[in-house]
């Protein structure tokens, strides 16, 4: 059976350096990374993900503002609160927590953005950079550096491999299959629109599920010791949990397990490497801003 990849255990120990080159900071110039927060609107994922990204930078003493706006909220409201921190020299990183209620202007107000604050990498200058070969991003998208960074600190190669990436949206696939070619692997996309996704996962060394569908991912899409890396963060509703529902992956993990070579489960896999890579860019940025070795 596969070798199980505990994200949870990768990413304490980058948010335990990250609290040590934090309190070095503070210590030696007296300042600390920041990071803001934008809030639209009533989402429950959303506001978990926000709340677990605010605990995770007081645990790591990064500070935090957030900033909450109604769903029904304009435009201007959210450009308003993004020019103030984008002022803000204590602010480090900004990140306006996705998606946005359908009558936003997202292209707008990622535009906006300074590019020197763009801690979540969507910025369409940092994607392009990401995108060109010789050229640098500033920032690097948390989830799918996070998901390389599973594989490098797992020990487990990617030049020369054969990756396949489901799904292909702004924050997750797309970037993710870009950082792939940027550690030389050879790429194919799957999204909504392919015919027989089986036949093609099914070639990969590398399979990253980023669809957002339960389970689509069965035991007999996988070449025998593949390495898995399941993004999905699907909510099922399951009375005996705590919060009525539990959390499932794109990959059917009972089948996967048997047929890869390494698999992240969910949770625990790629999620809470998402915040520390977060957490990471938002350091990076304060330590840029400041010019702090
Ligand atoms: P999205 O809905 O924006 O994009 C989904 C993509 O999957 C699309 O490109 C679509 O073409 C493709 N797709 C949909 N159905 C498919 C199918 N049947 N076969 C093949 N491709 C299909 O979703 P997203 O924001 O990219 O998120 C994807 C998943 O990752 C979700 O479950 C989300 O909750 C999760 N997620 C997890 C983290 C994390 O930190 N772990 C971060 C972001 C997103």
């Known amino acids: 059976t596969a070798a199980i990849i505990d994200g949870k255990s990768i990413a304490d120990e980058i948010m335990l ?35 677990n990204k605010i605990k995770a930078c007081e645990e790591a003493g990064i500070k935090s503002l957030i900033t909450e706006l109604p ?13 103030r921190f984008n002022k803000e020299p204590s602010v480090h990183g900004i990140l306006v927590q ?14 906006l953005l300074s590019l020197e604050k763009d801690v979540d ?22 989830t799918p550096k996070g998901c390389i ?17 489901i799904g292909r949206s702004n924050i997750v696939g797309l970037p993710t299959s870009l950082l792939l070619q940027r550690h030389h692997a050879t790429v194919s996309i799957v999204h909504a629109f392919t015919r027989n996704p089986e ?3 099914c ?17 007999n899409w996988l070449k025998p010791g593949a390495v898995v890396i399941d993004v999905g963060t699907n909510p099922i509703e399951d009375p005996g949990c ?8 794109d990959v059917c993990y009972e089948e996967a397990v048997r047929v890869a070579s390494a698999i992240t489960p969910v949770p625990g896999g790629v999620g809470p490497m998402t915040i520390a890579m977060l957490l990471s860019n938002t350091l990076d940025s304060a330590k840029r801003a400041y010019d702090f070795p």
């Open 71 to 83: 769903d029904n909220c304009e435009d201007d409201e959210v450009l308003n609160a993004l020019s």
């Open 242 to 249: 705590e919060h009525g529902y539990r959390l499932t992956g």
């Open 203 to 219: 070639e990969a060394d590398i399979v990253v599920a980023a669809a957002g569908v339960p389970n689509l991912v069965r035991g």
């Open 121 to 142: 990498g969507f910025h369409p200058l940092n994607m392009g950079n990401l995108a060109m070969r010789g050229r640098e991003p500033l920032f690097i998208p948390c």
């Open 17 to 51: 350096r990250i609290s040590c080159e934090v309190r070095r900071m503070k210590e030696s110039i007296g300042k600390v990374p920041g990071l803001a927060v934008i809030l639209v609107g009533q989402r429950r994922d959303s506001q978990t993900y926000v709340r």
């Open 149 to 165: 960074e599973l594989l490098i600190r797992s020990g487990l190669e990617i030049m020369g491999k054969k990756a396949v990436v």
């Open 98 to 111: 996705l998606p946005l209620p359908q009558h936003l202007n997202v292209g707008k107000i990622l535009d």
């Open 199 to 201: 036949q093609i996962t």
